[in-house]
């Protein structure tokens, strides 16, 4: 069971990340590798602010706020540098290294006896419930502090989310998908289509740096190489994502997003519980995430040839 | 009114696939989980251990052997009386996770770790599992402990920060003359900073200077040997971290370029082209920390076991580099040292 709570717990905190990788590669179709820097800028930031006394919430508000300047700065070197998409955000990306090493001043922070807001969440089920109650759930027994961790976190994600997409349906919120979609016609419009640039990839990079916030409290210490194949997780929970649900529109995609990423974990998890050889584990990720594209796929396809022959 | 149910409709069957599939996935997870708590009360009393690295090295591959020719020698063998399960998380942190929250569900009787991001992450998930750490330059600093003899309960472990003081000793009986050393170090690994102090710390002591460039991936490694080799150092003495370990070879091809002689604290560089190494022995590090797993399987508590160096330091010298780099190691340091690779090797003994 602990397992379980493991994996989906590691599944929403991911989802913070998925969700801002939705918002750059999705809505705004622009390959955007800051995500790797942001991340592990994310951990930097609330590593370095926790250990010289912060409350570790508005820290962790700081990290959020941290990513989107970093995911500004992407998007400004883009709209008004008129720097090449990719470049742009491995540039941001090369340096975000440099400025997370600073931040940190040493490149590995322990959290492990400091206030952080997982310890808050565990200090508050221990309080209402007692330090080692533990719910029973069908023969299984789970220690209730790790519940509550995974249902608080998963009460914040719903929240943010709903946020998120209604945002997305305010007037700001919908010129900047439109200028995924059309920039020309936007533009066209009168909307001043670099601006939405800068703030979609800033509130993109602030969920991600979100995301490495949560990641670098739950597990204890921030790296500065943690951010190291993060792009990848989040691209591969997306797609997965999107072949579950279909990419009709902005809500459906995010849910889709999230369940991505929670259901990624768990297949990872499953292959690890399984005794899997480890070299392999990469590997089998890449043939997971191949299968639940390819087979809803395949599925519709078999539909489509049966309704012809009908 | 009926577009918009129909509409619903669509969201919530499209949204119930995904939540079917997660369930689906988690009841796997579950009941896979459920077969192995019953096989765990059936399973014949055999010790389970676990050994999980953070990266493939062979740093970590010496570990790994040594704890478990340590078991052997101890007359315990794999398969009859213990089992060891080994996981490698490639680097990957989220893996980690996984891999360790695998291991809380096992409950084996002894975990063994190498690297310092997989013993973090375990001292913060992990308190009622015996957890033994190889391969770890700076346990206190990564959170185990205040000291070497009050660390946390469960946690206990071979530390392997190289001798830097054995070094500088070396250094001054080879080249005498040396005033200045440098060494490359990385500034995103923990290990490497640590031992970059440490090192500087050491070599004061003896009357060295140390400049330290730092380098942040493979592809720099040149320049940046370059870069150290124009500072006027005596000779270049590197220190042991992940990244200039995996692409030492550019380090020994730069400084054979420009004649300016290697030290190293990886047995491996000797063979490579190095004049001389102080070497941690990884592999006698398994060993010891299998030691201390017998310990604990006889009924030590892994809170009386103080966190110790490892036991046993090679010196190893390479006499053919030293002949290209025009250094003449004198006979005594020859006779005392436990390895020497090159021609010369049966002429002078």
């Not at chain 1, 703030?199 to 979100?210: Q, R, V």
């Not at chain 1, 990848?232 to 279909?246: E, H, T, Y």
């Not at chain 2, 953070?54 to 052997?72: A, F, H, K, R, W």
């Not at chain 2, 201390?292 to 490892?310: F, Q, T």
Request: charged share 15%.
């Amino acid at each position: 069971m602990t397992l379980l709570i493991g994996a989906l717990v590691m599944g929403v905190i991911l989802s913070f990340l998925a969700l801002g990788i939705f918002v750059s590669f999705r809505l705004f179709n622009y390959p955007d590798l800051t995500a790797e820097g942001s991340f592990a800028l994310g951990g930097a930031v609330i590593a370095a602010l926790i250990i010289s006394g912060f409350e570790p919430l508005t820290a962790t508000l700081l990290a959020f706020i941290c990513g989107c300047i970093a995911g500004a700065c992407t998007g400004f070197l883009r709209s008004y540098l008129k720097v090449q998409e990719l470049l742009s955000g491995i540039l941001v990306m090369t340096s975000l290294y440099s400025i997370n090493l600073t931040i940190m001043g040493r490149s590995n922070i322990p959290l492990l006896s400091d206030t952080t807001v997982i310890t808050i969440l565990e200090r508050i089920s221990d309080r209402m419930l007692g330090v080692s109650a533990k719910a029973v759930l069908l023969g299984w027994s789970i220690p209730c502090r790790n519940l509550a961790v995974f249902l608080i976190l998963l009460a914040v994600l719903a929240v943010f989310s709903l946020a998120l997409y209604l945002f997305f349906r305010t007037n700001i919120g919908t010129a900047m998908r439109a200028v995924g979609n059309n920039a020309q016609m936007v533009r066209a419009l009168g909307v001043n289509t670099n601006l939405m640039v800068v703030l979609g990839i800033g509130l993109a990079n602030g969920c991600i740096a979100l995301s490495g916030a949560l990641m670098a409290q739950y597990q204890g210490f921030a790296d500065v190489q943690m951010g190291i194949g993060m792009l990848v997780w989040g691209i591969a929970s997306l797609i997965i994502g999107d072949s579950l649900i279909g990419i009709r529109s902005t809500g459906l995609t995010m849910a889709g997003a999230i369940m991505g990423s929670v259901l990624f974990r768990l297949l990872v998890s499953i292959a690890l519980q399984w005794g899997m050889n480890p070299n392999h584990l990469k590997l089998v990720s890449a043939v997971l995430v191949l299968l639940i594209i390819v087979f809803p796929m395949m599925v519709q396809k078999k539909r489509k040839k049966k309704g012809a022959e009908a | 009114m009926n577009d918009r149910k129909r509409l619903l409709l669509f969201v919530a069957k499209r949204l119930m696939l995904g939540v079917l599939l997660i369930a689906l996935a988690g009841s796997v997870l579950l009941i896979s989980d459920r077969r192995r708590e019953l096989n765990q009360q059936w399973r014949e009393k055999r010790a389970t251990f676990y050994f999980i690295g953070y990266t493939d090295n062979p740093m970590t591959e010496d570990c790994l052997n040594g704890v478990i020719d340590g078991l052997n020698d101890a007359g315990w063998n794999r398969g009859r009386e213990f089992d060891i399960v080994i996981h490698n998380a490639q680097g990957d942190m989220t893996a980690l996770n996984g891999m360790i929250d695998n291991v809380v569900q096992e409950k084996p009787d002894i975990l063994f770790t190498s690297a310092t991001p997989t013993l973090q992450t375990v001292l913060k998930k992990i308190s009622g599992i015996p957890v033994i750490f190889t391969n770890s330059a700076d346990p206190i600093a990564a959170g185990a402990g205040k000291s070497f003899e009050s660390h946390l309960s469960n946690v206990t472990g071979i530390c392997t920060m190289s001798d830097f003081e054995g070094m500088v000793s070396l250094m001054k009986e080879i080249m005498p003359k040396a005033r200045r050393i440098g060494t490359l170090f990385v500034p995103g690994e923990i290990n490497s900073c640590i031992y970059k102090d440490q090192f500087e710390i050491a070599a004061e002591k003896g009357g060295l200077t140390l400049t330290a460039v730092p380098v942040n991936s493979s592809s720099e490694i040149s320049v940046a040997t370059q870069t150290l080799c124009s500072k006027e150092v005596d000779a270049i003495c590197q220190v042991a971290d992940n990244l200039t370990s995996a692409s030492i070879a550019g380090i020994i091809q730069q400084a054979r370029a420009e004649k300016v002689p290697l030290f190293a604290f990886l047995s491996e560089t000797v063979k490579q082209g190095a004049v001389g190494a102080v070497a941690r022995d990884y592999y006698q590090a398994g060993k010891d920390s299998a030691e201390m797993a017998l310990r604990i399987m006889r009924g030590r508590r892994a809170a009386d076991i103080p966190i110790r160096y490892v036991s046993r330091t090679k010196i190893i010298l390479n006499t053919d580099a030293a002949e290209f780099f025009g250094i003449k190691i004198p006979p005594d340091v020859l006779r005392r040292a436990d390895e020497v690779t090159g021609r010369q090797e049966g002429r002078i003994r």
